[in-house]
T-cell receptor, first 110, second 113 residues
Framework: NAGVTQTPKFRILKIGQSMTLQCTQD?????MYWYRQDPGMGLKLIYY???????DKGEVPNGYNVSRSTTEDFPLRLELAAPSQTSVYFC?????????FGQGTRLTVV | GENVEQHPSTLSVQEGDSAVIKCTYS??????FPWYKQELGKGPQLIID?????GEKKDQRIAVTLNKTAKHFSLHITETQPEDSAVYFC????????????FGTGTKLQVIP
């Protein structure tokens, strides 16, 4: 099994541009999550989903949007990129017990 | 909301020595405490977890202890090896499983050969 797959691995955006970070999992997990990880900090929850069609805000949702049309996919959308969104983004899925993380997307906004 | 504090932020030990990482949490309703290991350039990976009905759990060279009264829990790694070098995160959540966990800020462990 591939587990949790994130694309792209790296991206540089200009201020004001938009992009979608892709996340897909093949474990049929109901729960999916998006985190951002800033240097020297823990993971901060951006958005999460408890199943297809259901999403909710985490600690730091401003500037981001998500959708969950299928169990497998949970894309994260940045509409107007800002330098404060420079970070490493992790997607995770869970059956309700442990979480499985993707390899991360390193995003730089210049 | 929940607040998780983790100490130390960096830890260097000689190979073969033990390493201890400590975390405290604020919400007495939290009942699930996972520990994650993050190697360079990779996503975090669960290494051990403990639920609030248990005081200690061991898995080979790693163990976790939980003191619900004091609201703190610790990760113990014995006989450290160079491959233990990584960033370790503690976390806490309610609901008995991984739902909305709150992470600590991480401990960078360096094992010196």
């Amino acid at each position: 099994n591939a587990g949790v797959t994130q694309t792209p691995k790296f991206r540089i955006l200009k201020i004001g541009q938009s992009m979608t970070l892709q996340c897909t999992q093949d474990m049929n997990h109901n729960y999916m999550y998006w985190y951002r990880q800033d240097p020297g900090m823990g993971l901060k929850l951006i958005y999460y989903s408890v199943g297809a069609g259901i999403t909710d805000k985490g600690e730091v949702p401003n500037g981001y949007n998500v959708s969950r049309s299928t169990t497998e996919d949970f894309p994260l959308r940045l509409e107007l990129a800002a330098p404060s969104q420079t970070s490493v983004y992790f997607c995770a899925s869970s059956p309700g017990t442990e979480a499985f993380f993707g390899q991360g997307t390193r995003l730089t906004v210049v | 909301g929940e607040n998780v504090e983790q100490h130390p932020s960096t830890l260097s030990v000689q190979e073969g020595d033990s390493a201890v990482i400590k975390c405290t949490y604020s919400d007495s309703a939290s009942n699930y405490f996972p520990w994650y290991k993050q190697e360079l350039g990779k996503g975090p990976q669960l290494i051990i977890d403990i639920r609030s009905n248990v005081g200690e759990k061991k898995d080979q060279r790693i163990a976790v202890t939980l003191n619900k009264t004091a609201k703190h829990f610790s990760l113990h790694i014995t006989e450290t090896q160079p491959e233990d070098s990584a960033v370790y995160f503690c976390a806490a959540s309610k609901g008995g499983g991984y739902q909305k966990v709150t992470f600590g800020t991480g401990t960078k462990l360096q094992v010196i050969p």
